[in-house]
Each structure stands twice: as structure tokens, then as C-alpha cells.
């Protein structure tokens, strides 16, 4: 059985992005904005990620929820160049050194359920000196502007990899927002509730990048769970 993680997005508050506010679908309207996730990783599971067996993140929205926007498209597509994720910690035993990409969205595509992120890059490579205690996170559903008004002060401090979220543009890293706007069927999701995700783990997952649909994705064998527990900001529908 495949591994999944099933989170529901409550109110907890904004953590680090003191620049977000929680998003808002309104139930009789088409399209809207849900917010950011902080996804945390377990150091110690990270040591199986490599170049020749990356780690997966596949995190599906709820059903009858579809992304609006296309940012990584298939590998024939456009644009299909993969977006780097920054990775961060808000306290680490030693230095991130991580060199990009380790971690990126390989797909992300308008109509579609689900966004994957790839990671490829054992934690022993990326913190100088290394803890297993150490949490390290990446996050999406962020603007341009919050991911510099966030990461860039902790790239200063050698605790992210990246001072934002970033697609390289064949001479040098440019900031990419990774707002989260979805599709829905007005008038289904119910007023005040809560919408649900899922996060599944997998390694050596193959047509990631090139499948024309969800369904021609070979997930791969389940990983060990590498993520630590959620956090994130409340998307509320409301009337």
C-alpha cells in the first residue's frame, strides 16, 4: 500500500510567512487561491535521495479541485523547465550548503490533480556538519515577494540553499512564484469547511516528466516516510 498522508487545512496561523494570509475559496465561484505549505523533512530518510534515485513528493488536491495554472509542464511542453525549490531551516547544528537543484517541482500542470517535487540530494550533502535532529522544509504556494521577504534573510545566514524559489534560465537562477490557484465546480465544496490534501512518498518514480496524464506516471516503490509533521495556513470556503 502506498504511503499517504492525509492533512486537513486548518486554521493554525501563518509561521514563518507573517506575509500570508490564509487563502479563500468562495464557494459559488469557479477559481481561487489556496495558500502556502511549509512541508517539513526527516534528515535521516533524506540520506536515500541520489541523482540516480531521487525521492518523490506527490501531493494530490482534494477530488473536484484541479490546478488553474500551468508552471512545469511535460518535458515537450512549455514551460517545461523544472522550478528549485528552496530548502530552509529556522535552526540548524551547522551551515546548509546544499547546492541547487536538490529539490524541484518536475511537474505542475493546469487541469491536473497533483504536483510533484523531486528531491535529489542525500542530507549528509547538504549540512556541514550534518544532525539527524535537524528539520529542513520547502515550501510552495508562495509569491516572489514573500519568498524574498522570507528566504532571503535566511539565505544570508547559510539556512536555505536559495534566497527564493527560482527557475534557471540557462545563465542564472530567476525568482518564480508558486501560488496555488485551483479550479473547482462552484457550488460543491460546502460553505466554512475545510479542503483536505494528500502527500504520498515514493523513490524511483518514472514518467514523471513525460507522461501526458496522471495516469501513465509509474509511481515507483514507496519510500520511507521522509516527512515530518505538516504545517501550514488555513484555506477556508466560505459563503
Request: contains cysteine; neutral net charge; proline residues 7%.
Amino acid at each position: 500500500m502506498m504511503k499517504k498522508i492525509a492533512f486537513f487545512l486548518t486554521i493554525f496561523g501563518c509561521f514563518a510567512w507573517s506575509q500570508v494570509s490564509p487563502g479563500v475559496l468562495v464557494a459559488d465561484q469557479n477559481t481561487g487561491r489556496i495558500g502556502s505549505l511549509a512541508i517539513p523533512l526527516k534528515t535521516r530518510t533524506l540520506q536515500l535521495a541520489s541523482a540516480l534515485n531521487p525521492l518523490f513528493l506527490k501531493i494530490r488536491l482534494e477530488k473536484g479541485l484541479s490546478l488553474r495554472d500551468t508552471l512545469v509542464d511535460v518535458e515537450s511542453g512549455s514551460p517545461s523547465e523544472p522550478i528549485t525549490l528552496s530548502l530552509f531551516a529556522w535552526s540548524l547544528s551547522g551551515a546548509l550548503t546544499a547546492l541547487p537543484p536538490s529539490a524541484r517541482i518536475v511537474r505542475w500542470r493546469a487541469g491536473e490533480d497533483q504536483v510533484w517535487i523531486e528531491i535529489t540530494q542525500p542530507f549528509s550533502d547538504m549540512n556541514d556538519p550534518f544532525n539527524y535532529s535537524d528539520t529542513i522544509y520547502l515550501a510552495i504556494g508562495i509569491s516572489q515577494e514573500v519568498g524574498a521577504a522570507s528566504l532571503g534573510p535566511l539565505f544570508s545566514m547559510d539556512l536555505s540553499t536559495l534566497p527564493n524559489n527560482a527557475r534557471w534560465d540557462g545563465m542564472a537562477y530567476q525568482p518564480q512564484g508558486t501560488e496555488l490557484f485551483v479550479n473547482y465546480l462552484a457550488n460543491t465544496l460546502p460553505p466554512n469547511s475545510s479542503i483536505r490534501m494528500y502527500i504520498y512518498t515514493f523513490q524511483n518514480s518514472q514518467g514523471v516528466r513525460t507522461a501526458l496524464d496522471p495516469e501513465g506516471i509509474i509511481q515507483g516503490s514507496n519510500s520511507p516516510n521522509f516527512l515530518a509533521s505538516i504545517r501550514t495556513v488555513a484555506y477556508v470556503v466560505t459563503p
